[in-house]
């Protein structure tokens, strides 16, 4: 009984103990591969990028997403209050 509380002690103060000495170095940890260089000039160069977030937009698509979304979540939102309201008596 008393073994296990002393070793779970132990464990805890290691455990703070290394956090708090990772916590005070300042630069962030680097990939220290030797090879990374050679692993990055052996990728294939990507003729066509794929940007997700990029212009042009089609103006049609985004403002029917975009009433879509404001539509069922308000649907959904008046549905659940008409449900809980005929449900507690409220509305009949």
């Known amino acids: 009984m008393i073994n296990n509380t002393v070793r779970t002690a132990a464990r805890t103060g290691a ?3 290394a956090i708090s000495s990772t916590a005070a170095r300042s630069e962030p940890k680097m990939h220290k591969a030797a090879v990374f260089k050679q692993l ?3 990728r294939p160069v990507d003729p066509h990028p794929h940007p997700v977030f990029e212009p042009p937009y089609n103006k049609v698509v985004v403002a029917g997403a975009i009433i879509g979304v404001v539509t069922s979540g308000y649907g959904a939102m008046y549905f ?3 449900h809980q309201q ?3 008596g409220y509305w009949k």
């Open 15 to 17: 455990a703070k103990r």
């Open 40 to 42: 990055e000039a052996s």
């Open 80 to 82: 659940g209050m008409r």
């Open 86 to 88: 005929y449900k507690q």
